[in-house]
T-cell receptor
Framework: AQSVTQLDSQVPVFEEAPVELRCNYS??????LFWYVQYPNQGLQLLLK??????LVKGINGFEAEFNKSQTSFHLRKPSVHISDTAEYFC?????????????FGQGTTLQVKP | DTAVSQTPKYLVTQMGNDKSIKCEQN?????MYWYKQDSKKFLKIMFS???????INETVPNRFSPKSPDKAHLNLHINSLELGDSAVYFC?????????????FGSGTRLTVV
């Protein structure tokens, strides 16, 4: 079985500063990894995903994430955040060879961007 | 057009009532899901259908019954509602049963049981 741990429940940061949201996963098999964003009172939107290949993945809105197999991590980064990035961010994992498409989500990290 | 639409958006009801939440997707996807998001924002999968066939049925009370009349629709019926059922319920769809497709989520149904 897979599990996901998001190491920070809240991350406050000033506008235009860089940010890193941390995600560790646990799995005995190969996985796919995802980051989703949830704006207030909305559904989740896919930011980026790692399936295979290059360990640095670029997504929408200037976000990127790096897959580190040895550290079982998939941290999300943005070099300069905007007020509009304030949202809940979820890391998710799925079994790469699975046949259900099931995603297991972390507990979420609230990113608070201050002016 | 909304890709994955859920109705109603808000639902307030008394304990013991029976209610349904509807979900429709116009993306042509084969697979649909129901997730429950609790008050701490934790998301947990409940059910999944692929082409009208149930493929995921997590440990969920049997008061919850999903129904998929066709691959574009996945409804959730809840009998004898309890206070602990209060949550946001999200419907999602994906192109197939392989996880690499990712999900498209609806905007959620906030259920409040009083």
């Amino acid at each position: 079985a897979q599990s996901v741990t998001q190491l920070d429940s809240q991350v406050p940061v000033f506008e235009e500063a860089p940010v890193e949201l941390r995600c560790n996963y646990s799995s005995s098999v190969s996985v796919y990894l995802f980051w989703y964003v949830q704006y207030p009172n909305q559904g989740l939107q896919l930011l980026l995903k790692y399936l295979s290949g290059s360990t640095l993945v670029k997504g929408i809105n200037g976000f990127e994430a790096e897959f580190n197999k040895s550290q079982t991590s998939f941290h999300l980064r943005k070099p300069s955040v905007h007020i509009s990035d304030t949202a809940e961010y979820f890391c998710a994992v799925s079994e790469a060879s699975g046949n259900t498409g099931k995603l297991i989500f972390g507990q979420g990290t609230t990113l608070q961007v201050k002016p | 057009d909304t890709a994955v639409s859920q109705t109603p958006k808000y639902l307030v009801t008394q304990m013991g009532n029976d209610k349904s939440i509807k979900c429709e997707q116009n993306l042509g996807h084969d697979t649909m899901y129901w997730y429950k998001q609790d008050s701490k924002k934790f998301l947990k999968i409940m059910f999944s259908y692929n082409n009208k066939e149930l493929i995921i049925n997590e440990t969920v009370p049997n008061r919850f019954s999903p129904k998929s009349p066709d691959k574009a629709h996945l409804n959730l019926h809840i009998n004898s509602l309890e206070l602990g059922d209060s949550a946001v319920y999200f419907c999602a769809s994906s192109r197939g049963i392989r996880a690499n497709y990712g999900y498209t989520f609806g905007s959620g149904t906030r259920l409040t049981v009083v």
